[in-house]
């Protein structure tokens, strides 16, 4: 009968740090963040404040809970981030008329406008990924995938020394 114990051997690379998915996509993540910044710099934009233009720039005014969904933030983080582009003069928000718990994101003209200038980004990351567009679209696809998937995970089963130790 088999043992449900792996061996020394079958896990001796399971600690390794390379050998790390969550480290893979933490080390990606702070490269892709530093390539963003001089660039979102240049339109005075944090990484944050650049992914709540581009949803108001592809749907147009949002409810701050749309943002949140659409960006899997809390309407804590968001809020902070919306008075800044606010401030900035890049948005308004307002109460909705019809239901005033409800605040409503809108582009003003000089956040409309700057998304010519934000054009140039997402050219300037593909350009420095070395990659072509195909294997981009590859890519985000496959990472959309495993963020579905780890999203639909709710429980987590013990490990098997957890499981050991109660019996």
């Not at 996509?25 to 992914?51: E, I, N, V, W």
């Not at 696809?141 to 109660?166: D, I, V």
């Amino acid at each position: 009968m088999p043992s449900s114990t792996p061996s020394a051997a079958d896990t001796q690379g399971l600690l390794r740090l390379d050998n790390q998915l969550c480290f893979a996509l933490y080390a990606a993540s702070l490269a892709m963040t530093k390539l963003y910044k001089p660039l979102l710099d240049r339109l005075g934009l944090t990484y944050p404040q650049y992914l709540v233009m581009l949803v108001l720039w592809e749907h147009g005014g949002q409810t701050v809970s749309e943002l949140g969904e659409r960006l899997f933030l809390d309407s804590g983080t968001l809020t902070p981030l919306l008075k800044r582009l606010q401030s900035a003069g890049w948005v308004v928000r307002r109460r909705d008329t019809t239901d005033e718990r409800r605040v409503i994101v809108h582009l003003t003209p000089a956040g409309e406008a700057l998304r010519e200038a934000a054009v140039q980004v997402p050219l300037e990351v593909a350009c420095a990924t070395h990659c072509s567009l195909e294997e981009i679209a590859e890519l985000r696809q496959r990472l959309h995938g495993l963020r579905q998937r780890l999203s639909l995970r709710t429980t987590y089963p013990a490990p098997a020394s957890a499981k050991r130790r109660a019996a």
